[in-house]
């Protein structure tokens, strides 16, 4: 059987895919926002358990596995020998695998060099996650992404030259009311300087066991309101020039839902954000119950 350790998470567009913890917790584990692996000690998993997990769902699932999600929270950080070991493993065994794809934290990026994920993106990991979370250096120092907005550009491109898809995050809310404008600005200059394949926005949300929470539970973090998020969505599609990304506001943090592919529908988003803006009154804002993590 295929065997998890703690909490499982992956992308909302991973849902159909097959989960197998490569690694277990996330490599660095600072970012002041995320309790996701804060409870898990981080290491690689011995490549013999993951190939009898893998013979497991081969022998279950067959062909049906189309795609494959490597957790947890920083699997690309592993010996390139490992990841070609594993993806030689995953491809013997589906053989209608289409796609394979991991969180990339920058730090990941940092130590990949573009020849090795070349050479994995041609055995099949051929998508990164990467959260942005902002393009403001100040938000990432508060944040404690370990990365100005500079060294996230050129990780990011060293990406995108080994032919590998990019799905990156923004955090709305992510600087509050003060730095919001220069927030949206900030980090619609870095997502097109990055290109991505996928860019999509979520609602800074403070949880407890973190330093945000921490923050929040004293009063001291600035919540904005689903108009004030509205705005800032607004101004951060309004900057944004982008080539042929899809993107998408409908994670279930959001306000809003919202959808298409820039940069064809990009006056269609922002007239429904100015829509908003104008008659709030009118929105179909998400009501508090049905949004999440």
């Known amino acids: 059987m295929i065997q ?10 991973e849902a159909n895919s097959l989960i197998l913890q490569a690694t277990i917790g996330c490599s660095y584990n ?3 926002f995320c309790a996701m692996y804060r409870d898990k000690r981080f290491r690689v998993r011995p490549l013999d358990e993951l190939r009898a997990e893998i013979a497991w769902a081969r022998d279950h699932l067959g062909d049906e596995v189309r795609k494959v999600f490597l957790g947890d929270g920083d699997a690309l950080v592993a010996k390139t020998s490992f990841m070609a070991g594993l993806l030689d493993e ?3 065994a589906f053989p209608n695998l289409r796609r394979v794809s991991v969180y990339a934290s920058p730090q990941a990026l940092q130590v990949r060099s573009v020849k090795d994920m070349a050479l994995l993106r041609e055995k099949g990991l051929t998508l990164y996650y990467l959260g942005i979370e902002s393009g403001s250096d100040t938000v990432l120092a508060d944040l404690e992404k370990g990365v100005d907005s500079a060294e996230m550009i050129r990780v990011a491109n060293k990406a995108t030259e080994a032919g590998v898809a990019l799905s990156t995050m923004i955090l709305l809310g992510a600087s509050g009311r003060q730095g919001s404008a220069a927030h949206a600005a900030e980090s619609a200059r870095v997502v097109n300087a990055i290109q991505p394949r996928f860019v999509s926005t979520l609602v800074m949300t403070p949880v407890e066991n973190t330093p945000l929470g921490a923050k929040d539970a004293r009063g001291e973090f600035d919540h904005l309101n689903p108009i004030e998020l509205a705005r800032e969505l607004r101004n951060f599609v309004g900057a944004l020039n982008l080539k042929g990304s899809v993107f998408r506001s409908n994670h279930a943090s959001n306000y809003l839902a919202l959808a298409g592919t ?4 990009k006056e269609r988003i922002v007239a429904q954000l100015d829509a908003v803006l104008e008659r709030p009154e009118n929105a179909r804002f998400v009501p508090e119950w049905l949004r999440g993590l």
């Not at 998890?4 to 567009?13: A, D, K, N, T, W």
Request: glycine share 4%; with cysteine.
């Open 4 to 13: 998890y350790e703690g909490q499982l998470y992956r992308p909302p567009s």
């Open 30 to 32: 600072e970012c002041t």
């Open 90 to 92: 995953l491809n013997t």
């Open 262 to 265: 820039l940069p064809k529908d």
